[in-house]
Each structure stands twice: as structure tokens, then as C-alpha cells.
């Protein structure tokens, strides 16, 4: 479970009562994206012929340039998630970031699950060293924030890190 009980205002959409605008909600969805891209080669070489992680990382970016309805993006996310269910270790959590990622579009929040899933994938691939290669990967993560959430992203790392296995200390 990444999502809190109690939603962050700040990741909700003015539009639904919150205090994130349009503009960030995208750039939250770009990074996403981009973590969870970041560690797909996992999944794709466990399933090569199996293209809905990569599905799901093009329909949300799709929809920052407007081109999909949230819902398309939403029900990528969905498949790429299915496709995670039947693996194990980095493949499926790769599977999962791609999910996480296209699933921005409906939920902002879920941003924080693409990039946890993808530091996970990280350290799975990567068991003698698992805690060094979650070190690089949140480190790559961070180094690809765009300066307009910065602060909020890492906010948000800081108040759900417990739901997220403790992959942002």
C-alpha cells in the first residue's frame, strides 16, 4: 500500500479540491515515467514479447501532451500491473513502476509508487548489493526532478516512506 489514508492536498488537483495545478500534475507524471522507463530492461528481459509495461509508459506521457483521456491512461496502468502479477523479484517490480506510473494521470500520489517500485526493481536485480544499488537508483531518481515539484516530491518521500518499504531513507 503507497497511497495514505489521508490525501496530501497538495497532490490533489485544483480542480477536485486541491492545490496542485495542472502543469505539476504532468510533471509528476513525467517523472514517473521516467523512473519507472528507467528500470523496464528488467522486466522486458524476463518477458520480451509482453509489451504492456512499455504500453502504459507511453500512455501517460501521452496524456501530459493531451493526446488520452485519463482514463486511457489509467487502464494501461491496470494492464501493466496484470502483466507484474505472474513474475517475481525485478521484473515484477518494474512491471509494477510502469503500472504506478501510467496511474499518475488519475491519482497524482501514485508518483511516489512508480519511483518506490522502481528502486525495488533496483535492488531486486541487484541482491549482493541491494542497498547500495536503492542508493543509486532513488540518487538517479532525484537527480531527474524537475525544480518545479522538487520540494514536494521530497516532501512526499519524507511523510510516506514507511508505506513505501523504506526505500527513500
Request: hydrophobic share 45%.
Amino acid at each position: 500500500m503507497i497511497l495514505p489514508t489521508e490525501r496530501d492536498p497538495r497532490l490533489v488537483t485544483i480542480r477536485r479540491g486541491g492545490e496542485l495545478t495542472d502543469a505539476d500534475h504532468r510533471l509528476l507524471a513525467l517523472w514517473a515515467a521516467a523512473c519507472a522507463e528507467h528500470v523496464l530492461a528488467y522486466f522486458e528481459s524476463a518477458e520480451p514479447t509482453d509489451p504492456r509495461p512499455r504500453q502504459a509508459i507511453g500512455q501517460i506521457r501521452a496524456w501530459t501532451r493531451g493526446e488520452i483521456p485519463m482514463s486511457e491512461s489509467r487502464a494501461a496502468g491496470g494492464h501493466a500491473m496484470g502483466a507484474a502479477r505472474a513474475l517475481t523479484g525485478a521484473a515484477r517490480h518494474a512491471a509494477y513502476a510502469a503500472g504506478q506510473a501510467a496511474v499518475v494521470a488519475h491519482v497524482a500520489a501514485h508518483e511516489l509508487g512508480a519511483a518506490a517500485y522502481a528502486i525495488k526493481a533496483a535492488q531486486a536485480a541487484n541482491p549482493r548489493c541491494a542497498a547500495r544499488a536503492g542508493r543509486l537508483e532513488c540518487r538517479w531518481q532525484r537527480e531527474r526532478l524537475p525544480e518545479a515539484i522538487r520540494e514536494l516530491v521530497l516532501d512526499d518521500q519524507r511523510l510516506r516512506n514507511d508505506l513505501c518499504w523504506s526505500v527513500f531513507e
